[in-house]
């Protein structure tokens, strides 16, 4: 059974830093994209990130280039989300999931909370 | 700034039948943009229904379709159910590794 585990949410100030985990199961990690999408609250879906299976490829929305990075170890079934010079409009659910061959998400995490405020 | 357009809101009664679209703010969806369409009902994950425009994720009840329709994706619901309250999502692929969402689709049976 494929399973995706978010943590690492929680409340940060303005301007702070975070970084966001997902610990994947049932599945050869290696072997697949992943991405991360955002779900501010009462809004719709954001795709925020993507990173090819060996992390040579990542592509950023532009809200957030220049302050999150996508990452993986491959070693931990990991995926990483660090943000950076955080601001209000980061606060959101953050979800992980595996993205397939022909663009799309199949599963996905139960997501983890980021509050930005002071 | 490529926007991708959805419905805010439908109605469709039980045992009825609904086309929610995606489109864009400018262009076409063609089957070149991989539309794909999620369920998502409140405090939960989303849920694959519909991707590579028609192939029905596993599980999805045969009742939910893609389609191409004029210059947009479709997703149809044929024969709604009261389950299928949730918000609907579709999403884009634009190339170069970069994806956009509708703001999604409120569907109401009643």
């Known amino acids: 059974e494929v399973q995706l585990v978010e943590s690492g949410g929680g409340l940060v100030q303005p301007g702070g830093s975070l970084r966001l985990s997902c610990e994947a199961s049932?599945?050869?990690?290696?072997?697949?994209?992943l991405s991360w999408v955002r779900q501010a609250p009462g809004k719709g879906l954001e795709w925020v990130a993507d990173i090819k299976e060996d992390g040579s490829e990542k592509y950023y929305v532009d809200s957030v280039k220049g302050r999150f990075t996508i990452s993986r170890d491959n070693a931990k079934n990991s995926l990483y989300l660090q943000m950076n010079s955080l601001r209000a409009e980061d606060t959101a659910v953050y979800y992980c999931?595996?993205?397939?061959?022909?663009?799309?998400?199949?599963?996905w995490g139960q997501g983890t909370l980021v509050t930005v405020s002071s | 700034q490529t926007v991708v357009t959805q419905e805010p809101s439908f109605s469709v009664s039980p045992g009825g039948t609904v086309t929610l679209t995606c489109g864009l703010s400018?262009?076409?969806?063609?089957?070149?943009?991989?539309p794909s369409w999620y369920q998502q009902t409140p405090g939960q994950a989303p849920r694959t229904l519909i991707y590579?425009?028609?192939t029905r994720s596993s599980g999805v009840p045969d009742r939910f379709s893609g389609s191409i329709l004029g210059n947009k994706a479709a997703l149809t619901i044929t024969g709604a159910q009261a389950d299928d309250e949730s918000d609907y999502y579709c999403?884009?692929?634009?190339?170069?590794?970069?994806?956009?969402f509708g703001a999604g689709t409120k569907v109401t049976v009643l």
């Open positions: 999931a595996r993205r397939r061959p022909t663009y799309y998400l199949d599963y």
């Open positions: 400018s262009g076409s969806v063609s089957t070149s943009y991989y």
């Open positions: 590579n425009t028609n």
């Open positions: 999403v884009l692929y634009m190339g170069s590794g970069i994806y956009v």
């Open positions: 049932g599945f050869i990690f290696s072997s697949n994209w």
